[in-house]
């Protein structure tokens, strides 16, 4: 453990008058100590992510650019009706 850092950020949380920077802080301390939490998946969300599987491995999936050229073109034809 760098004794030094710590002491150098305790000082500088010490010395903050910054709420939002603290808020920002605690955030992140917050998020660290919740890594160590294993989430479990509800039964539907489960679900959902055997069906992604099913499909992905039926070949039921489109690629990046397949993607980007049915939204622009969904996109475009929003346009048409205004």
Not at 19 to 37: A, G, I
Not at 50 to 69: P, W, Y
Not at 76 to 82: L, N
């Amino acid at each position: 453990m760098d004794i030094q850092l710590k002491e150098k950020l305790i000082a500088k949380i010490n010395s903050t008058n910054d709420d939002e920077l603290l808020r920002q802080l605690l955030r992140v301390f917050n998020l660290e100590s919740k890594t160590d939490e294993c989430y479990s998946l509800s039964e539907k969300e489960t679900d959902a992510v055997n069906e992604g599987i099913a499909q992905l491995d039926q070949g039921m999936f489109l690629s990046n650019e397949e993607a980007n050229l049915q939204a622009n073109q969904v996109l475009k034809k929003g346009d048409e009706s205004e």
